[in-house]
């Protein structure tokens, strides 16, 4: 080919590449007049959001609406990052002696999440290094959500009763190695349901995130007479490892954090300023009203709100992670810690700061939420119920620069031909 002939098609083509790329619109969804609340980076202001190619693409005020393949009007409403519930149980089987653990009280992830606004979960304790793979394959893969895991220190897993009391199955390297082998998606340890008066577990599984740097989160209790929680917050857990089912009372189980005349423990609040994380972990029967109210009036407000997801909670007072956060919202909770709280803390406290806000260039998860008025009633597994007039509803979720739920079609075109 004549090489002026050849430079004249290439000039040619370059040419046509950029009238494209100039017509192509600028946006891939654009965001339009949400109350926009990124606690990382601040933000708590009526303004547009911007995406593309799967990331935040820009975040200002009147972005031109003429540039976007779909618009949202969030008119009225709140636009966060997509919500990170960092305490599920997402290890659904078909065993049926295995409980959370390849067992039938599990749930599949993608009809609970996206529907509340939740992007990213993190599996808490389902799987030990024996079975992660099976987890890896049967739910982390074939998901739609983000799912991330705390491995059981039990190299069985969470399989309930005996298995989960047997001391030589936790391992300390085993679980290290297995984190090691899956650090895209291991993302710390998990310590749970031991009932002897014995610190071994805790000191394993501690080790554990020492081996592979990364922390631990502990469901703590069951000892007669009960271990301490100022020895485990002060003594064992480190700065950044997790205290989870934090408001709990399980009858004498553990101690509480509310003393005996109806008053959260000082040491409490200490622990939290040391570095200790307080996760809810609501659960079906791991959140009382009778220590949340004391402890929120002291000022023992969560650093990461979750639900404890399982066939065991969903359809109790739990229900979802917009109902936990509407509780704390009807306790007196700010606004921006409630989203901060499911959002930017839980990707920090997992080591996944990509996650949980809205930066240029970040990941493009979003929840689009409504402040519903009227008249609604938070109870407890007691049956503990007081009043509120305002609960969280999810209109629209974005995971990934995709729209995979909207309540009301919100989105125009709803669908990109």
């Known amino acids: 080919m004549n090489k002026r002939l050849f430079l004249f098609i290439a000039l040619m083509a370059f040419k046509f590449q950029l009238i494209a790329q100039i017509l192509a619109p600028m946006y891939d969804i654009l965001i339009k007049e949400g109350h926009v609340i990124d606690p990382k980076n601040g933000i708590d202001a009526i303004m547009d959001v911007a995406i593309k190619g799967g990331k935040i693409y820009s975040i200002g005020k009147n972005l031109s609406a003429t540039d976007a393949k779909q618009i949202v009007d969030a008119t009225g409403l709140k636009v966060v990052p997509g919500l990170i519930d960092i305490h599920a149980h997402v290890f659904a089987g078909t065993q049926p002696d295995h409980y959370l653990s390849d067992g039938l009280s599990a749930l599949m992830p993608d009809g609970y999440t996206f529907r509340v606004g939740v992007t990213t979960l993190v599996d808490c304790g389902g799987a030990g290094w024996k079975n992660f793979a099976t987890f890896k394959k049967n739910v982390i893969d074939v998901s739609q959500t983000r799912v991330l895991s705390f491995l059981n220190i039990v190299g069985e897993g969470m399989r309930g009763g005996l298995y989960e009391q047997d001391v030589a199955d936790m391992n300390p390297k085993l679980a290290a190695t297995a984190a090691k082998q899956y650090k895209d998606f291991i993302v710390g340890f998990k310590l749970a349901h031991f009932n002897g008066a014995d610190w071994t577990p805790t000191i ?64 409490v609040l200490e622990a939290q300023k040391r ?143």
């Not at 599984?205 to 917050?233: H, R, T």
């Not at 920090?348 to 009633?377: C, H, M, P, Y």
């Not at 995971?399 to 075109?413: E, R, S, T």
Request: hydrophobic letters at 40%; a neutral charge; glycine letters at 12%.
């Open 275 to 417: 570095g200790i994380i307080f996760d809810v972990g609501y659960g079906g029967a791991s959140f009382n009203y009778t220590q949340a109210i004391p402890a929120t009036k002291a000022g023992l407000f969560p650093n990461t709100i979750s639900t404890d997801l399982h066939t065991g909670s969903m359809n109790g007072s739990m229900k979802d992670q917009l109902s936990v956060m509407s509780k704390f919202m009807n306790l007196g909770m700010p606004l921006v810690e409630i989203i901060k709280a499911s959002t930017w803390k839980p990707a920090q406290v997992i080591n996944r700061t990509g996650l949980g806000n809205l930066s240029e260039g970040s990941e493009a998860d979003i929840a689009i939420l409504n402040i519903r008025k009227g008249k609604f009633g938070f109870y407890d597994k007691t049956g503990y119920k007081v009043n509120g007039t305002e609960k969280f509803e999810c209109e629209l979720t974005i995971k990934g620069g995709k729209i995979v739920y909207d309540l009301n079609g919100l989105a125009n075109p709803i669908y990109v031909k």
């Open 204 to 267: 394993r599984v501690v080790e554990a995130g020492n081996l592979a740097e990364i922390p631990v989160i502990i469901d703590f209790g069951g000892s007669q007479p009960n271990l301490s929680i100022k020895d485990l917050f002060f003594k064992y857990l480190r700065p950044g490892d997790i205290y989870t089912h934090t408001y709990a009372a399980l009858n004498g189980a553990r101690e509480e954090i509310i003393d005996a005349n109806n008053t959260l423990k000082p040491f």
